[in-house]
């Protein structure tokens, strides 16, 4: 997933990384909050899904230490970081101003 994933997060467009955990309760209340965001954007923007047991490399690099956490990245940088539950409109009002 290396590899892949610096590709992705290198497009032009906001790319919303979810770092989660299968047995994550808030995680499981952020997924449909992230659909949501993606279905209301569109192509504006990508969402991904980074599952920290199975990728902790990735995890590591970022040192995400709690799930969920949410780094948005445009043109291979990281632009915004947040840990926890994030609300719909905090992440359309964060993705409004680097689209």
């Not at 790319?15 to 449909?32: E, N, R, T, Y």
């Not at 990728?55 to 949410?70: C, D, H, L």
């Not at 990281?78 to 101003?97: C, H, T």
Request: aromatic share 6%; charged share 20%.
């Amino acid at each position: 997933m290396k590899g892949n994933f610096d590709s992705i997060i290198s497009d032009s467009k906001p790319v919303i990384v979810d770092f989660h955990a299968l047995w994550c309760g808030p995680c499981k209340m952020q997924s449909p909050i992230l659909k949501e965001v993606a279905a209301e954007l569109g192509d504006t923007v990508r969402v991904i899904k980074i599952d920290v047991d199975t990728n902790n490399q990735i995890a590591g690099r970022y040192n995400v230490q709690s799930v969920p956490t949410i780094i948005i990245f445009k043109n291979g940088k990281q632009i915004w970081r947040q840990s926890g539950v994030v609300s719909k409109s905090q992440l359309k009002n964060v993705l409004m101003q680097n689209i």
